[in-house]
């Protein structure tokens, strides 16, 4: 099982919520290989977005899951894709959203970098979910 995460614009940089980040994907290992990608701009996911597999777009307007219905996603490998702060153009929005699925985290509109945390919270949620262990309880 492999989870990539993709991320348009700059790592975290602030100390709790970067350490927070690296203890959620020390949790999700023990499921799946895990990998953070970075792109500084844009151009750099659409040059590499045909090596992509089951992507799925991180958009406001995506599809909305309980967590057992998010946990069903993961038997299998995904990508998931962070916008850059400012989210796509238009153009781009809807070349990913005609190419790949869509899922919305929440209505509400988060900073970029607590997105990352709020995915990361819900694979490693699924992952107990899948393998019924008491944090997701």
């Known amino acids: 099982m492999k989870i990539s995460v993709i991320s348009i614009g700059n790592k975290i940089v602030e100390r709790d919520l970067k350490e927070y980040s690296n203890e959620l994907i020390k949790r ?16 750099q996911l659409f040059e590499n977005i045909e090596n992509l597999t089951n992507v799925i777009i991180l958009d406001v307007d995506g599809k909305q899951l309980n967590s057992k219905e998010f946990s069903e996603l993961l038997k299998k490998d ?6 850059p702060h400012n ?11 005609n190419k790949f699925k869509s ?13 990352k945390i709020l995915l990361l919270e819900q694979i490693y949620r699924g992952f107990c979910i899948l393998s019924n262990h008491p944090y997701a309880k």
């Open 78 to 83: 995904l990508t998931f894709i962070i916008g």
């Open 87 to 97: 989210g796509f153009s238009e153009q781009e929005r809807r070349h990913l959203l």
């Open 28 to 43: 999700i290992k023990p499921f799946a290989k895990i990998e953070e990608i970075y792109f500084k701009e844009t151009k």
């Open 103 to 115: 899922l919305s985290l929440s209505k509400l509109t988060f900073p970029h970098r607590l997105c």
